[in-house]
């Protein structure tokens, strides 16, 4: 089976399919308030997913890291306007110390291909 990769970087790719599986890279996103990075990442996400022919519908697995389990409620509002509620994933959400300090939640999509 061949590997494709989507926005090649030097340290990582956006996204990497193999298969029928599409495989983001942790999405964080920009703003002050776990809303504002939550929609800077989703959008994202939808992009990645959107250049790997596949969408949120197809979303098998998320996990999901908060820098403070607190804002879960937070990120559960933008979450629950995102995602396609006739196919929700399977999902997993905790807390973590992330890549930066500003950073206050991450993404990481599984999806398959449409």
Not at 45 to 63: E, F, H, M, N, P
Request: net charge negative; glycine share 8%.
């Amino acid at each position: 089976m061949s590997i494709k990769r989507i926005d090649v970087g030097a340290r990582m790719s956006g996204a990497v399919i193999h298969g029928n599986t599409v495989y983001l890279a942790g999405q964080v996103g920009e703003g002050e308030s776990v809303t504002d990075q939550c929609k800077s990442s989703l959008a994202e996400v939808d992009r990645l997913l959107a250049a790997s022919g596949s969408s949120k519908s197809k979303i098998l697995q998320t996990i999901i890291y908060l820098s403070d389990i607190a804002d879960f409620a937070e990120m559960n509002a933008v979450w629950e306007g995102w995602i396609d509620p006739a196919n929700p994933p399977a999902r997993a959400t905790s807390e973590a110390k992330l890549a930066a300090p500003k950073y206050k939640v991450e993404f990481i999509i599984t999806a398959a291909l449409d």
